[in-house]
């Protein structure tokens, strides 16, 4: 079993080479083009600048794949390619390819819900050389283990969800933000506090040495029943606070303090209703991926949490939480491994939806 995998839902092209060896599927090496640098200045991906850069570097970067690590695109099985949601004119770049690929190679083309990439995604690892004996190498589709049923946690820069997972392919949608992405947040507040684009790692930076108790931003819905979120309010909120105390902004430690307060209100949140999520339903795991779900704060407190609950957390490892391709193909091959439809790629499409 063979799988290449292509992403180009957003800002990052990328590819990855999945195989397997035995009985076990290993990511072989996973590639990323950054393009951050490019919209750092506008503060937010801008759409024609994704599109023109996948366009430049997703042959290249396919290729490099290939010669790094001497593979052969004739002895694939098949192409697993990310068919939405994102935006439009990037998806479709990364779509025209796969297919181009597959006619001339004569390989099927399967298409994978980007969010779908994410939620399994603590359950794949980059192969790591020095952890070769470890079970980091790989994973084995028969054994995977995916404790179905478990609850999903998707926070990103595009999105805030939380999905009740029953097995393969059955998915339900419990929650998730009424405005703004838990991402999108830390980006606007960044940019707020003049912090560079990503602005989530900047602020888990400076919140390091910050405390988290210096001021009390209210929390999305905290109380309520339902597991939405909204996190505009509290951007709002931290814009008004800094009109009214432009010091925030000016001296180091205040900035510190701003961060780490902005950072448990978002935290908390997610964490409470991720948990109580779990605890309504009955699931005793859940799993977390996407950018944000990097950020230490929120990988330790829901590991706390959990374990209060009795709840296992399985959160992706840093390097698989960001976008890259190395999901994608590895839903494909998981698929494909244990006899599920790993679904034949259509038209791509922005907005799918579980
Ligand atoms: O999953 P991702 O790479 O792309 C999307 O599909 O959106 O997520 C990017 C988002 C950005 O908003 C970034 O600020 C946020 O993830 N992020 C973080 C951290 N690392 C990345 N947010 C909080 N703390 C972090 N350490
Ligand atoms: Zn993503």
Redesign the pocket.
């Given at each position: 079993m063979k799988i290449l995998g292509i992403e180009t839902?957003?800002?990052?092209t990328a590819v990855a080479w999945v195989e397997q060896v035995g009985t076990q599927y290993r990511v072989i090496d996973s590639l990323v083009s950054s393009q951050i640098r490019l919209h750092e200045r506008f503060g937010g991906v801008v759409p024609e600048i994704a599109t023109r850069e996948h366009l430049k570097n997703l042959p290249a970067l396919t290729k490099d794949l290939i010669s790094k690590n001497h593979l052969d695109l004739k002895e694939l099985d098949g192409i697993a390619v990310t068919v939405g949601p994102g935006l439009p004119t990037a998806l479709l770049v990364g779509v025209s390819y796969a297919k181009g690929l597959g006619v001339a190679l004569g390989k099927p083309v399967y298409g994978v819900n980007?969010l779908e990439g994410?939620l399994f995604s603590p359950f794949f690892h980059l192969e790591d050389r020095s952890l070769m004996d470890s079970q980091k190498e790989g994973f084995d589709p028969a054994q995977l283990r995916i404790p179905f049923p478990m609850m999903g946690l998707i926070?990103?820069?595009?999105?805030t969800l939380i999905i009740e997972v029953k097995g393969w392919k059955e998915y339900l949608k419990r929650g998730g933000t009424v405005d703004d992405?838990?991402?999108?947040a830390?980006?606007k507040v960044?940019r707020m506090l003049g912090l560079p684009?990503?602005?989530?790692?900047e602020?888990?930076k400076w919140a390091r040495l910050g405390n988290a108790e210096a001021i009390d931003f209210p929390q999305s819905f905290p109380e309520r029943e339902n597991f939405n979120f909204s996190f505009s309010g509290l951007k709002t909120s931290v814009r008004y606070f800094l009109e009214k105390n432009p010091d925030y902004k000016e001296i180091d430690q205040k900035k510190r303090d701003l961060c780490a307060s902005f950072?448990k209100a978002i935290v908390e949140v997610l964490v409470r209703k991720t948990i109580r999520a779990c605890q309504q339903t009955g699931s005793k795991s859940v799993v977390v991926a996407?950018?944000?779900a990097?950020?230490?704060v929120?990988r330790e407190r829901l590991q706390q949490e959990g374990l209060k609950a009795g709840v296992t957390v399985h959160i992706a490892d840093p390097n698989l939480?960001?976008?890259n391709a190395a999901m994608i193909a590895s839903v494909a091959a998981a698929r494909l491994g244990v006899g599920v439809d790993p679904d034949v790629a259509g038209d791509f499409n922005p907005n799918l939806r579980f």
């Open positions: 839902s957003c800002d990052e980007h994410h926070v990103s820069g595009g999105h992405a838990a991402g999108e830390f980006d960044a684009y990503p602005g989530g790692p602020i888990e950072q996407g950018g944000v990097c950020n230490g929120l939480c960001t976008d």
